[in-house]
């Protein structure tokens, strides 16, 4: 298959693969006519209506790599656990943007939900995803087992020595030099966590062995390393326009980003070494682990 046939085979899944989860969030998410309909009005304005779906697509990536043969079943369950991270991504991004956090007015090319809504009503919106998105998980039509390991990996993700974690360090070390292995342990908690939670879901859905578990890994710790220095890359390069949000924020802020610790050329050929570690890290997996392989270029060449 020639590069350019396999690359717009590419696109289509990726397309493909947001419009399900898209379509599943909408089906899944309570309505504004539910009440509080303010409430879930705010939860569906900032779960809904774009996005990448870059955690979605890893989960279905990974899933597929681990079990490749057709099955219903495991289809639900995948659109669950899917649904579950993007909700959790859509959370962390209202209460990123609030003013308290990196206090930014804009998302995904429009006004952020605490702007839209008010910031108690952002909060609140926050809040309830949470626990609707663990929810989900637990309605998955696969062993309770897995269930568990599943709703453990997403908790730790997000919890203190996760997700939540590394937002803390991250205000923490604000106006603070910090070295590339600081640096790359926080982000490792703050971006990757929950990159690396949705490449494992999919491979714990799926049923996966061991051995399978491990590749992934280091597939998931090098791609989250470098989904951040592209952002802290783009940040510096790219317009508002492009982003959908305000460029330029983290140098304003003074945050110990991959640009101001490296420079711009630097960070950008450390990215593309973390592409070619993500890559071979799922060769094993043959033809099957082709759209994570995929991603990995996806997340470090994106421009926006």
């Known amino acids: 298959m020639k590069g350019s046939e396999r690359q717009l085979i590419f696109e289509r899944w990726l397309v493909d693969q947001a419009s399900r989860v898209e379509n599943k969030l909408a089906n899944l998410l309570p309505t504004g006519e539910d009440e509080p309909g303010r409430l879930h009005e705010a939860m569906r304005w900032a779960a809904l209506g774009g996005g990448k779906r870059?955690?979605?697509?890893?989960?279905?990536?990974?899933?597929?790599?681990?079990?490749?043969?057709?099955?219903?079943?495991?289809?639900?369950?995948?659109?669950?656990?899917?649904?579950?991270?993007?909700?959790?991504?859509?959370?962390?991004?209202?209460?990123?943007?609030?003013?308290?956090?990196?206090?930014?007015?804009?998302?995904?090319?429009?006004?952020?939900?605490?702007?839209q809504f008010g910031e108690a009503m952002a909060l609140l919106a926050g809040d309830a995803m949470q626990p609707l998105a663990f929810e989900w998980m637990s309605e998955m039509p696969i062993a309770p087992a897995l269930t568990v390991q599943a709703t453990q990996m997403l908790a730790r993700a997000i919890g203190s020595k996760g997700m939540a974690g590394g937002q803390a360090i991250d205000l923490l070390s604000t106006g603070v030099r910090l070295n590339e292995t600081d640096l790359a342990a926080m982000h490792s908690k703050?971006?990757?966590?929950?990159?690396g939670a949705s490449v494992q879901l999919g491979a714990i859905v799926a049923g996966a062995d061991s051995t399978h578990r491990e590749a992934?890994?280091?597939?998931?710790?090098?791609?989250?390393?470098?989904?951040?220095?592209?952002?802290?890359?783009?940040d510096a390069t790219a317009s508002t326009e492009k982003l959908g949000k305000t460029a330029g924020k983290d140098q304003e802020q003074s945050k110990a980003t991959y640009v101001t610790l490296l420079g711009l050329e630097k960070a950008q050929a450390l990215a593309l070494e973390l592409e070619s570690v993500a890559r071979e890290a799922v060769k094993s997996f043959g033809d099957g682990g082709r759209h994570l392989a995929d991603l990995a270029s996806y997340v470090v060449q994106r421009e926006h």
């Open 216 to 234: 992934l890994r280091r597939y998931a710790d090098a791609l989250g390393v470098a989904f951040q220095v592209v952002d802290d890359v783009l």
């Open 190 to 195: 703050k971006t990757g966590a929950l990159l």
């Open 54 to 115: 870059v955690r979605a697509c890893l989960l279905f990536a990974s899933a597929r790599a681990c079990h490749p043969a057709p099955d219903v079943v495991l289809d639900r369950a995948l659109d669950l656990a899917a649904s579950a991270v993007e909700l959790i991504h859509a959370y962390s991004l209202i209460h990123d943007d609030l003013p308290c956090m990196d206090d930014d007015d804009m998302r995904r090319g429009r006004a952020a939900t605490h702007i």
